[in-house]
């Protein structure tokens, strides 16, 4: 992969920090100290909150290097914290990143890999303020905390969703997943036949959709000027059924989703089908697609119903023990979060 | 070591996550949500900037489970971190903590850990307010970040000392590394003959050091009621002698450091010397203190001089190439950053 080779131990963990952060710049205001002290300074707006959530990605669990870009890597540490920012209606401001590299890792493999956090931190005004870098005997590890404001009124918990709630979900769903399908079977591919190029040919939408998600801060200004302060949010990180069930046993609600409302991109819809999996499971169960799953009272019906933003998929009730899907023909089931594993045990 | 062994899969991620955090309560009414959606909310004190630090640990290579209880790893953990939030003047309020591990781990072996943190969090009234708990295929990493306020003029950055500033360190110096020797020793000791009992009496305060650190959140008080802002500080984590350097190289300063002035206990001299060890050099290169590194200007002289918490070890100088150290006997010689590597390689 690299032209070039430059080990790590050349330049020890203060040089490579130093080469890591060259030409570094803070978008806001702010930030008032970044990398390079003991800690970061930086202060809220007037009358903000601060929001803070963190995450960890472990190689081989998270993430598989044998078809995950390095600068992709970087971008998506970055951006499935952002999402969480989002998540409580928040904006999303700076990170901290902490990153542990065993030392098969050249310098100029760090570098890309940084190159995508800051493509990230740049696409999102955010600004990379600190972190630590170290060694591990084993992999790639990456820690990423990020920071965000909002006014007190405006934050979002998950447990705020009332009986006859709208449930609203913003995007389209299971391109993450078939994305990450169609990586494994090139990888299969290629194990059997290492020369073989992989075909990813049409599939572009959903490569990107899982190599490449994005945050939707986008969502969070619109709510902004719809003047619409959801009842419960999350962002959708395990697949929609387990989200779901996440606002309404927080909430104390039941809740019944419409399988038919379920928005599904037709790409993956086809994907689906030519790799014998149902594109329903996928949407509910896949993941990682980085949507936003919020609740809003019935009067803001109107506000919602035609936005080309966002579907509405369903309602809470006042059952707690309520968790119905309505198919496609009229029936009712169980709606479960059966994550990646049981998905994968029933394909 | 548990008599108990509850494999962490019965409980799942959400199951672990309650049974750790059950019973948590906040100190700080600056905390407004913890633990439990998809980021904490916590605000800032008037007028008070917020200070953020992160650090990420690896097993095998920041620590040993052969002799560091998980307890210990905890505490010492959060309390790094907190060391860090104290070395730029601030106090520490929350934590977040992200915590990657293999299926080796039980239940009660993570409830160890997270007791530990817990222990660290009441001591220094500081909040563990989010986190993330996930698997990991090589052993423990753990990411802690750590936040904290201070008034925007006392915060003390690195770069901050001037031509003829005194050199001041709180605490003694050495002990921590010379903790960590004897337990390499004892662990070797084992490996050759499995059956023998550790024998670490007499060494209770090295080991203490060296497993359960301490943040000096005392002498962040002690100099708020002098009313003494530093002008650099730092904290000792890879030795007096790089820290020192960090100080003069941010600084634009030279530096030098009186041997006999560099505070050591008897204990840790002792054992030093037992171990063929250079006590100087443990001082100056062993890490792990976690002391605070200050410079004052020389009109606060009085103020520090006989202070028992502080020792007045050096100061600055306006020549930015000066790295002294003038030895028991007058002589001068270059002060040297070795880390823990140089001083192994050495011993």
């Known amino acids: 992969m690299d032209a070039e080779r430059t080990e790590i131990g050349t330049l020890g963990e203060f040089g490579l920090i130093a080469e890591l952060t060259k030409g570094m710049k803070h978008n806001r205001e702010e930030t008032h100290l970044g990398v390079g002290d003991d800690a970061a300074v930086i202060s809220a707006l007037p009358g903000q909150r601060s929001l803070i959530s963190t995450d960890l990605l472990c190689e081989g669990i ?27 209606n928040g904006t999303p401001t700076q990170i901290v990143v902490g990153l542990a590299l065993s030392n098969r890792f050249s310098v100029e493999a760090v570098k890309e890999l940084y190159d995508g956090m800051r493509l990230a931190c740049e696409r999102y005004k955010v600004d990379l303020v600190g972190g630590d ?17 909002a006014l007190p009124d405006d934050i979002v918990r998950r447990g705020g969703a009332s009986d006859g709630d709208l449930l609203v979900v913003s995007g389209e ?43 939707r801060t986008d969502v969070i200004t619109e709510l902004q000027r719809l003047e619409l302060v959801p009842s419960a949010m999350i962002d959708i990180s395990d697949g929609l059924a387990s989200e779901a069930l996440h606002i309404a046993a927080q909430s104390g609600c039941g809740v019944r989703i419409h399988e038919e409302k379920i928005p599904m991109a037709e790409q993956m819809y086809e994907t689906a089908r030519e790799f014998n999996l149902d594109p329903t499971l996928c949407a509910l169960s896949g993941g990682e697609d980085y949507e936003l799953l919020f609740t809003v009272p019935q009067d803001r019906y109107e506000d919602i119903r035609n936005h080309p933003m966002f579907s509405i998929i369903g309602h809470m009730t006042d059952d707690p023990k309520e968790r119905t899907l309505i198919t496609r023909n009229g029936m009712e089931t169980e709606l479960k979060a059966q994550g990646w594993d049981g998905l994968k045990s029933d394909a």
Chains 1, 2 share one sequence.
């Open 62 to 88: 998270h993430f598989d290097l044998t078809y995950v870009p390095l600068k992709h890597l970087g971008y998506k540490a970055v951006v499935v914290n952002l999402s969480d920012i989002c998540a409580m």
């Open 133 to 149: 870098t170290t060694s591990s005997q084993a992999g790639l590890v990456l820690s990423v905390t990020a920071m965000g404001q």
């Open 173 to 215: 769903l299971g391109g993450a997943y078939m994305g990450l399908q169609i990586l494994e079977r090139e990888k299969l591919v290629f194990k059997e036949a290492p020369g073989a190029q992989p075909d990813l040919t049409g599939h572009e939408a959903l490569l990107e959709r899982q190599l490449k998600p994005e945050a």
